[in-house]
């Protein structure tokens, strides 16, 4: 069966600081994967997504930056963090209906 | 992708059947629906989803009637487990970008 991983689970990072955070999938091959963030109290943006190795689409400008070195590795990264980082995000991969199934999460506090 | 329209709070018995509506009146004839919950802290769960017939997998049973306009969830047994926010959307799977837009969602409460 498909798991899918992150972590770390809970981070507390100072502005300006880099950040990197890892997805990792088992079980299948070549997903789509997604990565998105959830603001306290609010719904789901999506932040990238990829269709395959090496290949980002952004969906929206900002401080953050993806890549899919490995076909069941995704990782979100920043060079220097902003408090509006801050944040719930979540990796999701999609099935064969397009329908996402996401990883447990890793929240994000900048101070 | 089609506008859904969910109640914005139901309870539940437990051990009761919780069934959870869902209106897409403007749903086209390739569009899935799909089913999410998010319980508090978490990320989003799938659920289940169908085109037009009646699906039921290891969580849930969904209900599409004969126009496709609206469905209903149905958690046969509801538990305490199932307390979250329940999300409807109904989207035509593509190949590119699939970002799920969540509404305001049904907030389901199971008490004892």
């Known amino acids: 069966s498909q798991t899918i991983h992150q972590w770390p689970a809970t981070l507390v990072q100072p502005v300006g600081s880099p950040l990197s955070l890892e997805c990792t999938v088992e079980?299948?091959?070549?997903?789509?994967l997604y990565w998105y963030r959830q603001a306290a109290g609010r719904g789901l943006q999506l932040l990238f997504y990829s269709v395959g190795i090496g290949q980002i689409s952004s969906e929206v400008p900002q401080n953050l930056s993806a890549s899919r070195p490995q076909d069941r590795q995704f990782i979100l990264s920043s060079k220097k963090l902003l408090l509006s980082d801050s944040g719930f995000y979540l990796c999701?991969?999609?099935?064969?209906?397009?329908?996402?199934?996401f990883g447990p999460g890793t929240r994000l506090t900048v101070l | 992708d089609a506008k859904t329209t969910q109640p914005p709070s139901m309870d539940c018995a437990e051990g009761r059947a919780a069934n959870l509506p869902c209106n897409h009146s403007t749903i086209s004839g390739n569009e899935y629906v799909y089913w999410y919950r998010q319980i508090h802290s978490q990320g989003p769960q799938y659920i289940i989803h169908g085109l037009k017939n009646n699906e039921t997998n290891e969580m849930a049973s969904l209900i599409i009637t004969e126009d496709r306009k609206s469905s209903t969830l149905i958690l046969p047994h509801a538990t305490l487990r199932d307390t979250a926010v329940y999300y409807c959307?109904?989207?035509?799977?593509?190949?590119?970008?699939?970002?799920?837009?969540f509404g305001t969602g049904t907030r389901l409460q199971v008490f004892p």
């Open positions: 079980g299948t091959s070549n997903p789509n």
């Open positions: 999701a991969w999609s099935g064969a209906f397009r329908e996402q199934f």
């Open positions: 959307i109904v989207r035509l799977p593509g190949y590119n970008t699939d970002k799920l837009i």
